[in-house]
């Protein structure tokens, strides 16, 4: 907690906003897309289906084949519990709605469902998306998988198993947004990258979850940054965005958002 707590004071100092952003691409997304400000009806369907989780009884036996839980230590956790501890919050839910929507992704690909929070709100955001989520613990696999099927959530996904097997067999599909929200190892975060990175185009958009999760995780986010296929990155401290526009001379931004 220390580690982050001190980076966020770092983060603070280094960021802007859209008036320190000189890439017109980059402006516009910030712009029309971070700082939107409409009040979207999809927010209030993307809240609702964060309380039905709060108001759950449901405990779940749970695998974590990541770095687990900073908070939660116990193998079995009531999804009420999950959704306030880990679940994506509905600031960055109401994000990946807009990022979704603003981007119009046709193929994406989520490493690590959870509670299907996130997998709901890039639904919602492109309804005709086709949304691949895959998730290591078959408890949570099961109950979101549910939780989606009642939203009617047709174009989403859920593969349930190990992210080195599974993305192995989707390596030959095409993904315009690749979340990675599933392990937060700087070991696993760099093999991932590198085994989704043949997937991508030039308007791809990567986002990494937690990027100061520890000082091995913001390490990863250093390498990957460097990587010479990576043109443009954004960092807004909890998201790494990462861009593969060859149009674009290379650059990082620090954006709060």
Not at 70 to 96: F, N
Not at 102 to 108: M, R
Not at 143 to 170: P, R, V
Not at 174 to 193: C, S, W
């Amino acid at each position: 907690m220390f580690y982050q707590i001190k980076q966020y004071i770092k983060f603070i100092i280094k960021s802007t906003n859209q008036h320190g952003v000189h890439s017109p691409f980059v402006y516009d997304l910030v712009t029309k897309c971070f700082y939107d400000k409409t009040n979207y009806e999809a927010y209030n369907t993307i809240l609702n289906y964060r309380k039905s989780l709060l108001e759950s009884n449901t405990k779940i036996k749970v695998k974590d084949l990541g770095a687990g839980s900073q908070v939660m230590k116990h193998q079995e956790r009531s999804v009420s519990d999950i959704t306030k501890k880990a679940g994506t919050t509905h600031t960055r839910a109401k994000l990946l709605y807009r990022l979704t929507n603003y981007f119009k992704p046709n193929n994406i690909l989520e490493l690590g469902t959870s509670l299907g929070i996130a997998t709901h709100a890039m639904n919602l955001g492109n309804p005709k998306a086709k949304i691949t989520s895959i998730e290591g613990c078959p408890n949570t696999s099961a109950f979101s998988k549910n939780q989606l099927k009642i939203q009617d959530s047709e174009h989403i996904n859920i593969i349930t198993g190990n992210f080195n097997t599974e993305i192995e067999k989707l390596s030959s599909n095409r993904y315009n947004l690749i979340f990675f929200d599933g392990n937060h190892q700087k070991k696993a975060t760099l093999k991932y990258f590198e085994m989704v990175l043949k997937t991508a185009n030039n308007d791809s958009v990567f986002i990494f979850d937690d990027i100061y999760w520890s000082e091995s995780m913001t390490e990863a986010w250093e390498i990957i940054k460097e990587h010479p296929k990576v043109t443009v990155t954004i960092d807004t401290f909890f998201w790494g965005f990462v861009f593969f526009r060859n149009e674009q001379v290379k650059e990082h931004f620090k954006i709060r958002v």
